[in-house]
């Protein structure tokens, strides 16, 4: 088995709504309308720091990530990096690509000079909690979100 | 008691390197050298979507957090805000600044079209967790960090 990890094009973006969508906690807060994650994918291809990554396996997209390069002055100004809606097609699992997603955003976290990274996963994701545990990270904090009433509308 | 919330300047890094080593935590793993905050701080002024605010009051800078917008695809391309290193001075703990602070942040987030807030906080600042779960702030994540060897330089 091959998956060749690489830069997200616009072709892809309905396979990563596709893979995001469908996930138990996914469901109930994705939409069918691709407009709005064309838009989100267009405002990150603006930005170098800022990156969506695919898994293609035999032509599909099988997996998809998301990979943040964020400068801060905590810890001596360690660059860090930064992991959101990792996905592997449900399908697809057990066959090692979340270990082969890991290492390549670990690898372009080191090509980008981080010193860290990190990420956050939903406490009710335990078979996902033993994986991370495995692939070397430590859960060391907790992580707050909180929905926001009342944005503005992105410029 | 006002506390100015602004943009930090060039000025305010050596007041801010001070704040996130004097704590518990940040006491380990801050120095004296100035040097890498001044470039971190110089990164940061090259993205509009990443900023450093400091409180400062009477003169002095009593608090500081960093924020950033982030684009992705996840939640129908959800924006969301990002705090990192969240910091008041010990001795002006307990009057309001952070609470302050958290309305600051929330401000920013919804100008630049947020619909989530986002951060992470170590497991053993009990004391914070009080805190943020008074300011609407739902523990729902457990936050994963792991630290890479090998970096390369950052350009």
């Given at each position: 088995m091959t998956v060749a990890f690489r830069l997200a094009r616009q072709q892809d973006i309905a396979a990563v709504a596709g893979l995001l969508a469908d996930d138990v906690l996914g469901q109930g807060r994705?939409?069918?309308?691709l407009a709005p994650y064309l838009a989100a994918f267009e405002a990150m291809r603006n930005d170098p720091g800022n990156l969506l990554i695919v898994g293609e396996e035999e032509g599909a997209i099988v997996a998809c990530y998301q990979i943040t390069f964020l400068v801060g002055l905590s810890q001596k100004g360690a660059r860090r990096a930064q992991i959101e809606g990792v996905r592997v097609a449900q399908h697809r699992r057990g066959r090692g690509i979340g270990t082969m997603l890991i290492a390549d955003a670990e690898r372009r976290a080191r090509n980008a000079g981080c010193r860290l990274m990190q990420f956050t996963t939903n406490k009710a994701r335990h078979d996902a909690h033993r994986f991370y545990d495995r692939m070397?990270?430590?859960?060391?904090h907790i992580g707050y979100k909180k929905t926001l009433r009342g944005a503005c509308p992105p410029r």
């Open positions: 994705e939409g069918a309308d070397g990270f430590t859960p060391s």
